[in-house]
């Protein structure tokens, strides 16, 4: 009989919304099961959100660390197996560096830390320690982003020239933090974001995205990055020009200013013989297009896709599969190596797909040079 | 610490499409927890299905009577307290009644019952026993089917006019049962699906949704039903005048040979002052248009919903939100129902929102209609 | 040096809305030249468009009959040669047959005339005059609604087995015609539009587009013919079951109070290998889907299309050709099969492809048998 | 009785693209005639084209000088009365200068010419002999182009903050120009086209539409321009930052090399309060968005649009207009400015709008400072 894999989180408590997401992605498939949690910093908050989880209250923690500590003590066939970190960015680092430490697994919320300097450390321990790492850049999850990067690597565009990724909100097109709602609070505010504002938030998964699909890493970078609301600590918008390893130019563009737009990340990526379009709000489609033949819609499900797409997909053709499912393939596919390795078997590389440590550090490079440049009267910064 | 409820299942097995859908639906909000099984008629099958899926061997019976019987005999706190069935439509009827004559709860898949006997005799069975009875009828799970009822509920759009419902597939443009393909056989198999095919399948969520968006009762209708595919036993397409009870004329169109169409189930309904469009595969956008004023894209998350509408969404706007959250609206509003008997309580009635038995009932007439409508040279049949 | 040939109009005075629309389709090509008209019955109206037209007084006359008379007396390098009739439908026939008799061509806004009997008349007088004669079913104009009539023809799709072609508009959903109103005014007019509204205004359309794409004709049919707003003298909407010559079904379904619908001609055709999609409001788009293929998105002027589709297109692919350029490919292929009767040559295939009196009478069968299915309680009427 | 405006046209021999779409453009309205014309440098050629169009063979001339002295001699009741110029970059500085310092209108085709000097040298002669002076930036000829203006103006989206202007074609994804093909030809080659080539034929178009919709000037930029093609003499690719007057930022890219792209046009404009999008490839819809509340489509003819907007509409909404339809709206704007100066009237304002000397001046501004750039390591250039 099949167990499921024991999963404690950090952080999640009630109210928040990340760590919903990550609950509900990680039940989707069965495979996972919520045993343990520290939701809070403050322990009757952790009490009480354990209990509306159904978890016993003394696997409700009030930190982190007593977390760790007293689940290793636990007889392993009962203790939690890995760790979802779900806080905002400057309580990355410490539960996921002593997590791994201790010889948990972690799964961990992006941008990967605080600061480069951090994510950097913490690439060294997941060295070190030989635990699995992985970093929800969700929206790599989805099976038509997975497509999109198999037809490139396999040459079906043939050499990439241009790339242009958006990552439109308008959320925070007003003062929204200084009303207290929680979640424009933390994303705007240095001491728990970092540097970056948008360019970390969102900026990060659209630099994700465009590494992803192509194959091809950003090599320099020139960004405009402003902060149009009157009052707010860090940007809220990003125009960014892209020179990748191969020659390829790029534009990138993140923004929470853009009013009216809801979570538009969306990428165009043109080489020689076509080009394709993917678009987060519609994400079972992806479109592509050729030199002087009909424009052609693939769909989730339809038709012979690669098995990297296929083996995301839960259910037929039209009915539509969304923010949730493509974020339980992260939690899914990380399952499934845990399993993996816990039975001394390889997984199959169709699975062995979520996003790394190595992500991570990418993404923190993003956030310091996009953030350097934007102050800079140089042109291009290197990446 | 709130205990998830406990669920046994009919039906499912390895390799079975929908029976995943059910368990990946009642998972989503950690409010459910399947507890036991009768996955297959062949009870070393189901013994096998109940491993994969974690469920101990013993609670892995070989027969839905079996279930019935030796978990009613179990400690009331370990018992399950409801019963889903995701059997083939002849496969309804007698699970359904066993569970609700022995105090089971029952969410069943849809069409109701094999004959539009069966669904009544059950109706009265759901009459006698006072236990929750839950159809999925899943479409109308979406929160933007929901704003749209709400709407005209208000009389935003007036006095409603006209109705197109229309449900295209293309799935079944071959001989596909022929292949042995699993979906296809019993779908067309007059012993396991009744006395339609396509109309059962699909036709009845047309009928469904066009009733619950415009809470308008079909009063005669005026069918052309065909089987296209040489040598199947059932329709695979009809068309269908519809007659509503204010007078609203109609129609609706249900397709499994509609070549290159997923699963393109899309309602339009249009009243004296507007007329709204919804599609289940962009189910997040409700299209509302108006006389001489621009018109309206009502979103999934955006603005001031309806409560209704509000209730029924997870994530915030622009994270799109599929059928597998759809589906889990229907298991998440039934658990709450049930929930709140366990606890004397009255729901709140946001949340006391699933198709019933009634609403089964409506489409077994459907069915018996439309088929005979089909049969017939005179123009109008009572529904 | 190329000469253009030289038109009259009758109707289309100021303020008429299709009378314009006539005369930019005309224009556009530099084919043909407006040179006289009877562009009112109030001859005092007449010359006042004709001034604002750049029409010599003295061609500017009073009535058709005046016109004819008048403009057979010219030399015949000066005369007009062809004759475009924009009245509403009760005058259609008088002018269309004194032009034909009198030795003119003619071009004929649709339907073709006011009744059945009429259009039969008509049919045989061109017959025995040999004159060309065009009616403007305008929409079959566009490039794209040639492409899919040749996928068909060229057996693309396989065997055709539904067709679903819509007309909604919504701009008859109040009693529009009692505010005087010009275009409400004469098609609810049962005195100027004939036995039908809608049906005969935009359902022959609709009727003319299914059988022009699909190259089959309707064989009977089972209509639903409806009239919602107070006060109005003819039908306002129509649902229709069809049954065309090779059992292939059907729907057609039109309609003036589909409140907050523009003029939203459409038609779906499925066959047993694939299905195509075109909507008029979006006319540069042909979608085509397969079984088990990416979807196909066939572009005006994008890649290696049917030359028929090629030859009514004007300029590079992305850049929009709309209602008025399908209007001018009427007119310009029948001045190309003028002119090539002129200089006694046979046109270009291509180019030999417009309405023709045929057609209207389809059309006006159409009309007669859909009213007369509205009013019957027997289901199916023959076309 | 109205007379049609009697116009010479400088280029647009057999064979050319965009002499073809000037003629169109200006026929469509019946308010100006073509009269004579050098059509091409090569007399046989010229004759022979003005044959094809209807012109007497003494007024289709060997060469503009011969055309602009020719006509100057005739009676003033029979010469032309404006130029349109419609040969390459090269050749418009020359024919737009001689015309008007001999008392002809021009209306010329954009890039206003070959050089920022000869740009600034031709306004002068504009201001000098005070002739109108048209160019042809059609795209901001479309009435939704139109009512984004107004509505920005207006002040209906707040103060303008974020600007994205994409222009991504993929026609010249090859070494096309090779091929001897004629627009690709003089397009790609210095001595035709200038310093520039996709930013000066496409790019030119994107700066106008960003500065017509938002009233707003760029105030400077950094680019990133690119060769992509081997053997291609000028640029094929750009991508640029923005900033324009009042701090709103913006990115402007340009591309023929956007495998598979058709003539994508695109403008998204975000102000405090809303956001707006328009595509010319679907020019009769904008897309406004809104905080929190429905996103409208605003639609070409539909309700209580701008009378800026309205006044650029000819036919009912939901009959597509396109881009001819868009273009003689610039020549029909002219042609009445012309009217109303030889009636000694003033023109009504809302047709007083069409693109002139000045924007002509922009246009060459923004190639020469967008090549600069691209050369440049700095990273800001004044505009």
């Not at 923004?255 to 709000?281: P, T």
């Not at 012979?304 to 939690?331: C, D, S, V």
Request: proline share 5%.
């Amino acid at each position: 009989m099949k167990q499921k894999l024991r999963m404690g989180m950090v952080g999640g408590g009630i109210g928040a919304f990340i760590g919903g997401v990550h609950r509900m992605a990680a039940a989707l498939d069965g495979e996972i099961e919520l045993v343990c949690g520290a939701f809070s910093s403050d322990p009757e908050k952790s009490k009480a959100s354990g209990a509306q989880l159904g978890i016993v209250p003394e696997r409700a923690y009030g930190s982190f660390e007593e977390m760790i500590k007293k689940e290793k003590k636990l007889r392993p066939d009962k203790r939690m197996q890995f760790v979802s970190i779900v806080t905002p960015n400057h309580v990355h680092f410490a539960p996921a560096k002593m997590a791994l430490e201790n010889g948990f697994h972690v799964i961990c919320d992006k941008p990967l830390a605080f600061s480069l300097k951090e994510a950097q450390t913490l690439e060294k321990v997941v060295q070190k320690t030989g635990m699995l790492f992985a970093l929800t850049h969700n929206y790599t999850g989805y099976p038509m982003v997975k497509q999109a990067r198999q037809m490139i690597r396999h040459g079906e565009l043939g050499a990439i020239r241009k790339i242009v990724v958006e990552y439109p909100q308008g959320w925070l097109s007003t003062h929204l933090e200084a009303s207290g709602q929680k979640q424009a609070a933390w994303r705007t505010d240095p001491q728990r974001s970092g540097i970056a504002g948008a360019m970390g938030d969102i900026g990060t998964h659209a630099e994700n995205l465009a590494e992803y699909i192509t194959g091809l890493k950003i090599t320099e970078l020139c960004a405009d990055i402003s902060t149009f609301v009157p009052g707010r600590l860090l940007d809220d918008d990003g125009n960014v020009l892209l020179h990748f390893e191969n020659g390829a130019k790029g534009i990138l563009h993140a923004s929470q200013i853009s009013a009216g737009e809801e979570n538009d990340l969306n990428i165009r990526v043109y080489g020689e013989k076509g080009g394709l379009q993917w678009r987060q709000m519609e994400p079972n489609t992806l479109v592509v297009k050729w030199l002087d033949k009909p424009t052609q819609l693939y769909r989730t499900g339809v038709g012979a896709l690669y098995p990297e797409a296929q083996a995301h997909t839960r259910i037929p053709a039209g009915h539509p599969e969304g923010y949730l499912e493509a974020f339980a393939n992260i939690y899914r596919n990380f399952a499934l190596c845990i399993r993996a390795r816990l039975e001394g078997k390889t997984p199959d590389p169709v699975y062995m797909d979520y996003p790394t440590v190595q992500d991570g550090i990418r993404g923190m490079q993003f956030i310091e040079r996009v953030i350097e440049s934007g102050k800079s009267a140089k042109k291009w910064i290197k990446f």
